[in-house]
């Protein structure tokens, strides 16, 4: 269960609130609902949504899920109005975002604006008609940077709007951007308005978050349609490549990692291993340098110790090392039956490429996060439990008089099958929490380590 933690954490933050949003429909994506007769160049046809029948859509709503916030869109006729209207009463909704969605075909502005104060006592006279709070936006009179309107195209620089309410008027200035990509920016607003709101922030916050998000929007917008295209609506979100508890198999599946992969699994130096083929001194040289790199491989797990943020995760390093002590003295009895001893392998230098690699490791824990560190350690842990599990199946193998039979049986053990297990729980736990930018970088790395365990292989002869 504790796999499926971060994952089901991510959703229970997205869904902190609810809204219900009332309004027309736009198959084009920009603004109003899902599906209408309208592209960027414009509004083809309306079909009216019989009043009654919204009303049942509204009370299936709310009747089952409830609401925390309303945003009503284009309403299109009086009777619609009114049924809405009280729909929110009889179910006592206590806020509301109003988009009115008044369009000026003639781009007629009905006050002279010049400056923000024109702004901000607009907002003023529109709160007398009833509202909490008002929300002027400037997006159709931009201002130059001295505040005053611009009146040519090179001189708009600035976008102003006013949120008054409670008395005080909130100013929230963006960059003006020279883009036909503003279609549904009103829909975006005030849905974005919405949703902060459902997730408790105070109406300045709110507002001001949402501004933030739609000027976003239209500077990242990719500009479909011929027309006046939509924005970017998901430009601070992301998706991973790999679905949750499948991140090691994305991985090992990666184009760059597959082919490596196998040259490191399926290695001459293990095939020989299989079929009892190997030459005894090479696996004798290969035993003390994977003496001097178990010494090193515990010394990056304490690291990880130290890097991670909980309890759990330190935990978890800490038994790493635990049972890297224990598996060394296992190995030093099993060396023993090759006559090497532990101090012969101590005194042994370190070869270059064990020295590389373990190096590697070792700065890649002390330069990047717990994760770096893990993923530079997982070729070990996962590539001896596949080449361990692919020898004992293969039919090839020679078991009976195998002088490295036993060195495989080590790696398909209960107790070496479950360290993979849990580390490799612990890269699935934390991969979900990663963004898409780094999950490329921890790819490289992966990348690197493999590289450096096919390199561990090819120091000794296999033939």
């Keep these: 269960m504790e796999r499926h933690y971060a994952a089901d954490q991510q959703i229970r933050d997205m869904v902190s609130g609810r809204v219900l949003v009332i309004a027309g429909s736009d198959s084009s994506g920009g603004a109003g ?42 309403l299109a006729s009086e009777a619609t109005i009114i049924a809405v209207s009280k729909a929110l009463k009889d179910h006592n909704v206590a806020k509301l975002v109003v988009d009115p969605v008044m369009p000026s075909t003639t781009s007629h502005r009905e006050m002279p604006l010049q400056t923000v104060a024109d702004l901000e006592r607009l907002a003023r006279a529109l709160q007398t008609l009833g509202p909490e709070w008002v929300l002027v936006k400037g997006g159709h009179c931009p201002f130059q940077s001295d505040g005053t309107v611009a009146t040519a195209a090179a001189e708009k620089q600035l976008v102003v709007d006013v949120l008054y309410g409670n008395g005080q008027a909130f100013t929230i200035e963006t960059p003006y951007h020279h883009s036909r990509n503003t279609h549904g920016t009103g829909c975006s607003l005030a849905s974005a308005i919405a949703s902060n709101l459902a997730k408790g922030l105070d109406v300045p916050q709110a507002t001001k978050r949402a501004c933030r ?131 012969d392998m101590e005194q042994t230098e370190e070869s270059e490429a064990c020295t590389a690699y373990t190096r590697y490791v070792l700065d890649i824990g002390q330069s990047q996060d717990w994760m770096g560190l893990q993923i530079a350690l997982a ?85």
């Design 213 to 343: 998000y739609v000027e976003a929007g239209i500077r990242m917008a990719h500009g479909l349609g011929k027309g006046n295209g939509p924005l970017h609506h998901f430009h601070s979100t992301y998706t991973l490549p790999f679905s949750p508890d499948r991140f090691v198999e994305y991985l090992l599946e990666r184009p760059e990692v597959a082919p490596l992969w196998d040259r490191y699994v399926y290695h001459p130096f293990v095939l020989a291993m299989g079929d009892g083929t190997l030459p005894l001194e090479s696996f004798k040289e290969y035993l003390t340098q994977d003496y001097i790199y178990l010494t090193h491989f515990a010394r990056a797990n304490a690291l990880a110790a130290y890097k991670a943020k909980n309890m759990e995760d330190t935990a978890a390093a800490a038994s790493i090392v635990t049972h890297i002590f224990n598996e060394m003295s296992l190995h030093i009895s099993y060396c023993q039956e090759f006559g090497l001893s532990k101090e």
């Design 33 to 74: 609902l899902e599906a209408d007769q309208k592209n960027t160049l414009g509004v083809y046809d309306i079909h009216e949504v019989p009043p009654d029948f919204l009303r049942k859509q509204i009370d299936a709503c709310l009747d089952d899920i409830g609401v925390d916030v309303v945003k009503t869109g284009m």
């Design 379 to 463: 070729p070990c842990l996962l590539g001896y439990g596949a080449v361990a599990k692919h020898l004992y199946s293969d039919p090839r193998s020679k078991r009976e008089g195998n002088t490295y039979w036993t060195w495989i049986e080590n790696y398909v053990a209960e107790d070496y099958v479950a360290a993979v297990r849990t580390g490799s729980g612990l890269l699935e736990k934390h991969a979900v929490q990663q963004s898409p930018a780094r999950i490329e970088e921890l790819v490289k790395v992966f990348v690197h380590a493999t590289k450096m365990e096919i390199a561990f292989w090819e120091m000794y002869s296999f033939q």
